[in-house]
């Protein structure tokens, strides 16, 4: 072959490449630059939400006083001290949202309830197929077994979806999910949900599972009440050993960015569950606790990694703005040691104490902006407890702030005068002595109670006396009466005998 048709041969080879390297990169470059526009709509699409949703008005924020509170990118949201269930941020607090996976606090609270942790859960074919490859999940087959603790890990750490399914089974007996619903429904009921509706035990999708911001915060008071439950949001993976029913044992990572050593680690936080669906968008119910003041929040319909920095900006706001106060060091109007009309026996010199005291435990939260005196009260008398005298509700401009229990200081059988202490009770003479005799136990008298008795008896008694005395008086001078007029007619009658024998 001559160098001529060498060359040939080389150029239309090396034309050749170039065309299909040309034609390589024309469809490269149609598959990319019309995902760009894409990419730019979604995030356009966003922050159109985030903009929408940072403008919607906070109905806390209308309340006279009150402090301001942010402008957040969750269509809902809310803020509580979960004792005195006060409000303290308030955002569309009632707006029925797909709770996604926030779901899961509720099947895991009942799990906690209902079980013990070592119980042995086996996965059933339903509780696996029936959980979308696409969803979260941890890979369980059927047939394998995890226990009861370790399922809570699963659903609470890697959020894994047929680890639920296998719960409501194990509890209820049955693969018909709406019978755990029901008892999720039950329950949330009686922790004081209003608008709450769920059909399944994991957050899946459906039109017929819906919150709303406040009644996942009022699961949430019990949830984290739950301090092993707490712990677990927190931990950093699940790490199960093999097993003959978990033959590779499972290790996953949790991918929540609020917990402590993530990029949104939050210092005060005590537990947390995310959530996130394309309808339910992201989620986020958590607590926090800083100098001795707990709160929950919750935000929905919000956007990552948005979700994480208006949680962190709420609970910001809650510690600087408001406060814990305990109503026995604060209250004078109620001043039950002044009133001297409740005492209880003591001592033999008669130093009493109270019959009634606020109860030292119970406070109200209270926004730094406001005093004490501007909070308004009132007092119920229908307790419940026989141990309360009465119940002292705060509010200020409509807004609860929380109570105050009115207790009884001392036992029933504290009221009578004549008191003998508990058998060992150091200090009393009870018991033996040191030798092992048995001692008398001594009676301990409130002389104040014995004078009081005293002093109306002796008044009981005057005003008797005072009553006999005039009684007699009257009837002593009727008879009187009665003799003279007697005498008097006597003599009437002499004298007119007299005159007829003259």
């Keep these: 072959m001559s160098d001529f048709r060498r060359q040939f041969f080389r150029r239309k080879i090396l034309c050749t490449y170039i065309r299909i390297l040309a034609a390589a990169l024309c469809i490269w470059s149609l598959a990319l630059f019309p ?39 969750a269509e809902s949201a809310i803020l509580i001290e979960p004792q005195t269930g006060t409000i303290l941020y308030s955002k569309n607090i009632h707006k029925q949202e797909y709770p996604a996976s926030t779901t899961k606090i509720l099947t895991t609270l009942i799990a906690a309830e209902q079980c013990q942790l070592d119980e042995i859960v086996t996965f059933s074919h339903d509780a696996v197929f029936d959980t979308p490859w696409d969803s979260s999940h941890i890979a369980m087959d059927v047939g394998q077994e995890l226990t009861m603790e370790q399922c809570l890990n699963a659903i609470l750490i890697r959020s894994a979806n047929e680890v639920c399914y296998a719960v409501a ?22 922790l004081g949900c209003l608008n709450t509706h769920f059909s399944n035990p994991n957050g899946l999708p459906a039109d017929d599972h819906y919150t709303t911001a406040y009644d996942l915060a009022m699961i949430g008071r019990a949830f984290f009440a739950n301090e092993m439950l707490c712990k677990i949001t927190l931990a950093p993976r699940i790490d199960f050993p093999p097993t003959d029913k978990l033959p590779l044992g499972k290790l996953e990572n949790n991918h929540m960015e609020i917990i402590p050593g993530r990029s949104y680690a939050y210092e005060y936080l005590t537990g947390c569950k995310t959530g996130y669906t394309d309808d339910a968008r992201s989620c986020l119910v958590s607590c926090a606790e800083k100098n001795g003041l707990r709160l929950i929040c919750v935000v929905m319909r919000d956007e990552a990694p948005y979700h994480y920095e208006d949680t962190i900006t709420l609970f ?39 019959f009634l ?49 009115v207790d009884f200081t001392a036992s029933r059988d504290d009221a009578s005068i004549f008191d003998a202490p508990p058998e060992g009770e150091e200090g009393t003479g009870s018991g033996t002595d040191k030798n092992g005799d048995s001692e008398k136990k ?40 009665r003799k003279s007029w007697r005498k008097r007619n006597r003599r009437r009658r002499r004298n007119s005998r007299r005159h007829r024998g003259l």
Aim: aromatic share 10%; charged share 20%; with cysteine.
């Design 35 to 73: 995902a760009v526009p894409a990419r730019a709509a979604a995030l356009s699409e966003t922050q159109q939400r985030l903009e929408e949703n940072r403008g919607l008005p906070v109905q806390s924020n209308e309340v006279p006083g009150w402090p301001a509170g942010p402008a957040i990118g």
């Design 169 to 190: 089974e194990h509890i209820t007996g049955t693969t018909d999910w709406q019978v755990f619903s029901d008892i999720m429904n039950d329950r949330a009921a009686e």
């Design 442 to 481: 001594p009676i301990f008298i409130n002389v104040r109670v014995i004078l009081i008795g005293c002093g109306v008896l002796g008044a009981l008694l005057v005003i008797w006396l005072i009553a006999h005395l005039v009684l007699k008086n009257y009837q002593i001078s009727t008879r009187s009466g």
């Design 316 to 354: 910001e706001y809650g510690f600087s703005n408001f406060e814990k106060i305990y109503v026995s060091q604060a209250e004078t109007k109620y001043n039950i040691d002044n009133t001297g009309l409740f005492y209880s026996g003591n001592d033999i010199f008669g130093s009493s104490q109270p």
């Design 357 to 405: 005291s606020l109860n030292k435990d119970d406070f109200i939260v209270l926004p730094r902006t406001i005093s004490f005196e501007d909070a308004e009260s009132s007092i119920s008398y229908e307790t419940g407890d026989e141990n309360q005298a009465a119940v002292i509700t705060y509010s200020y401009q409509g807004v609860a702030l929380g109570s105050v229990r």
